[in-house]
């Protein structure tokens, strides 16, 4: 099940921004790119290599939250609203508690994991 949701974040879909990305998807995704951050962080402390995960987990990141965005018929431009402080606490509360819309939606059909 891991490797699944392993697979999402850096090879399947990690660079596509159009489509949608389910709940379940973008909390999995989140919770392992979280727990594989902790020692990159660590390495960036020792050495520059660990600036590369972020670098190199950046767009598949952003791509994940344009397409819950899609998933719950919002625009992925709203990612724009993450650099306000407090407004991204509340973007992120939306990502992870309003469910995603069962229908087809302009941004395409609804999404199977």
């Given at each position: 099940?891991?490797?699944?949701?392993?697979?999402?974040?850096?090879?399947?879909?990690?660079?596509?921004?159009?489509?949608?990305?389910?709940?379940?998807?973008?909390?999995?995704?989140?919770?392992?790119?979280?727990?594989?951050?902790?020692?990159?962080?660590?390495?960036?402390?020792?050495?520059?290599?660990?600036?590369?995960?972020?670098?190199?987990?950046?767009?598949?990141?952003?791509?994940?939250?344009?397409?819950?965005?899609?998933?719950?018929?919002?625009?992925?431009?709203?990612?724009?609203?993450?650099?306000?402080?407090?407004?991204?606490?509340?973007?992120?509360?939306?990502?992870?508690?309003?469910p995603g819309?069962?229908?087809?939606?302009?941004?395409?059909?609804?999404?199977?994991?």
């Open positions: 099940m891991k490797e699944k949701y392993l697979k999402i974040l850096f090879t399947y879909n990690s660079s596509m921004f159009k489509g949608r990305a389910s709940r379940k998807e973008y909390i999995m995704c989140s919770l392992y790119y979280m727990l594989l951050s902790i020692p990159a962080i660590i390495l960036t402390m020792l050495i520059p290599v660990g600036v590369l995960f972020f670098l190199y987990t950046s767009i598949p990141c952003a791509a994940l939250v344009f397409r819950r965005l899609h998933d719950i018929n919002l625009s992925g431009y709203f990612i724009i609203l993450g650099a306000i402080p407090y407004v991204n606490i509340i973007l992120l509360l939306i990502f992870i508690l309003v819309y069962t229908k087809k939606n302009q941004y395409g059909d609804p999404p199977i994991l």
